[in-house]
């Protein structure tokens, strides 16, 4: 892309100034006027205006052998004048000449592709499976005439069932038991999840028949927790150390529908405790481990824990300390890397409470309505230019294959770089 600074005494000089050196094709990054200070009463003096415009063959093609009449084309499809446009014109972003209202619309997606695909990177979702999920919205963006909120992440929760990242809460079917053990590394809040569980269960669902069982000897005051939120919601109570106690615990609770089971915190390091606990629980059923992690823990952390634990088959994922974090790319990460479904999200301490049953709408709401909208409008102009370039020459490529295919692998699901795990979905009953 070239990019260039040009000076006139007004608009209309410029555009055609900028015409003669760049042609009809040229794209307007920003527009000032110029003033200075009089030298005898100190007042300011409107001298001209300076204009900054760039040609680059991308957008050459969108209106390529056609006329151009040097009208300015905003982003939101207004037409301005050029004396228009002179008077205090200083929003910044991509106009093209012309009257070519095809081009324009394409350069009012690529815009709005541009800036989603920023929002999604500064939640930290990975730059790859970013670009993925905008080049799948694209038919969508570039229809709308304008972007409802509510239409977005609709879109893109569709979008992310179809590549397969699911998210299901603790269900029980009729007639049918079922034993759910949480696990996870220490300090992530499996005692107190636990409790707001029982409390969802007990208290919204109506199931009498819910019990609560502690293996966590170690932490401190955590059987004596676990213990006064089982008398406060009416629960049975167990606990158990090794095997043998955990299976006449079992036993005793054999006649309970749901029976809730804390874990100790285990380290992801600790491949010896995580193999222990796999034999604790061999050959009882019906079984199912949630793994339990923080949303403030680091990307690569979370692929590592789930690496780790997957000596045990993890049936959900669940995150908790949403209220602790900013950014939730991660969370949408770890679910498109190992499509493991998520049950749970948990956003604090009140018992009961702070709990919500995870929903691909909530994920969606975590990364379209808390990413900077307005980052993309920071950037000086010739940056912006360059970043917009740089990125829609990345979609051209993830959608124009050797000779000019489209490869579906690509445009139907993640594609981590080679130096990402991949993980199989596991089945829900073990």
């Not at 972007?147 to 569709?158: G, H, Q, S, T």
């Amino acid at each position: 892309m070239q990019i260039k600074k040009f000076e006139a005494q007004n608009m209309t000089e410029a555009l055609r100034m900028i015409k003669k050196e760049f042609g009809p094709d040229a794209v307007i990054l920003s527009a000032d006027s110029i003033t200075k200070k009089r030298a005898l009463w100190g007042g300011m003096k409107h001298v001209g205006v300076e204009v900054t415009a760039a040609t680059d063959r991308i957008y050459q093609k969108m209106g390529a052998g056609r006329s151009a009449d040097l009208r300015f084309q905003d982003v939101g499809g207004a037409v301005r004048s050029p004396e228009t446009a002179s008077q205090g014109f200083k929003d910044v972003g991509f106009r093209r000449y012309g009257k070519d209202q095809a081009s324009a619309k394409s350069s009012k997606s690529n815009k709005r592709n541009y800036q989603l695909y920023r929002q999604m990177v500064s939640q930290g979702v990975e730059k790859h499976l970013a670009l993925n999920l905008v080049n799948r919205l694209t038919p969508w963006t570039s229809s709308a005439e304008m972007i409802d909120i509510r239409d977005l992440k609709a879109n893109l929760v569709d979008i992310l069932t179809d590549m397969g990242l699911a998210a299901e809460p603790i269900r029980l079917e009729e007639g049918r038991k079922k034993i759910v053990v949480l696990v996870g590394p220490s300090g992530v809040g499996k005692t107190t999840t636990l409790a707001k569980i029982a409390a969802e269960v007990r208290i919204k669902s109506r199931l009498d028949r819910v019990a609560i069982l502690t293996m966590d000897h170690f932490r401190i005051g955590g059987i004596a927790q676990l213990k006064t939120y089982a008398d406060i919601f009416d629960l049975p109570f167990e606990t158990a150390s090794n095997r043998r106690e955990l299976v006449a615990a079992l036993k005793r609770l054999r006649q309970q529908d749901l029976i809730l089971v804390d874990t100790a915190g285990i380290s992801q390091s600790d491949r010896h405790s995580i193999e222990d606990l796999k034999h604790m629980f061999e050959r009882i059923r019906p079984l199912e481990f949630h793994l339990l992690m923080s949303a403030t823990t680091k990307d690569q952390d979370l692929e590592t824990i789930v690496e780790k634990f997957e000596a045990l088959p993890i049936a959900r994922l669940a995150f908790t300390k949403l209220d602790e974090s900013s950014t939730y790319g991660s969370l949408l990460n770890m679910m498109a890397r190992s499509l493991i479904p998520v049950s749970y999200f948990a956003d604090g301490q009140q018992v009961p409470g702070n709990l919500e049953a995870a929903a691909l709408d909530k994920l969606a709401d975590l990364i379209v309505e808390q990413g900077s909208r307005n980052d993309i409008l920071k950037d000086p102009p010739e940056m912006l230019a360059q970043k917009m370039v740089a990125f829609e020459k990345r979609l051209d490529d993830l959608n124009v294959g050797p000779g000019g295919a489209a490869p579906a692998e690509q445009l139907d699901s993640f594609k981590p770089p080679d130096n990402h795990r991949s993980y199989d979905r596991r089945a829900q009953y073990i």
